[in-house]
Nanobody, 124 residues
Framework: QVQLVESGGGLVQAGGSLRLSCTASGRTFSSYYMGWFRQPPGKEREFVGGISSSGGRTYYVDSVKGRFTISRDNAKNTVHLEMNGLKPEDTAVYYC?????????????????WGQGTQVTVSS
């Protein structure tokens, strides 16, 4: 069993930055691929990006590429989402999620564990 807790959300002006963190319980964090998802108001939840279990590979959707960076510290059971150049359209509830093994990381239903989400609001 893995429990995920996100933190770091808030209100920021367009062009600003935020760093989200997701801390996991349990001793097997380093065996999980970690994904970040977001749900804008009134829309479906969508994949933002992810990081391999070792941290050696990251992936981002085009809309955040070059602005968002995902990193992880397996010694601290933590994954981060560094968001720069924020835009109003980045406003959403952001979730981290964990999955073990090879799968299609875009698909939400493939993930085993989810955090409760943290709100990010970007004002124009």
């Amino acid at each position: 069993q893995v429990q995920l807790v996100e933190s770091g959300g808030g209100l920021v002006q367009a062009g600003g930055s935020l760093r989200l963190s997701c801390t996991a319980s349990g001793r097997t964090f380093s065996s999980y691929y970690m994904g970040w998802f977001r749900q804008p108001p009134g829309k479906e939840r969508e994949f933002v990006g992810g990081i391999s279990s070792s941290g050696g590979r990251t992936y981002y959707v085009d809309s955040v590429k070059g602005r968002f960076t995902i990193s992880r510290d397996n010694a601290k059971n933590t994954v981060h989402l560094e968001m720069n150049g924020l835009k109003p359209e980045d406003t959403a509830v952001y979730y981290c999620a964990a999955v073990r093994g090879r799968t299609n990381y875009y698909i939400q239903s493939n993930y085993d564990y989810w955090g409760q989400g943290t709100q990010v609001t970007v004002s124009s």
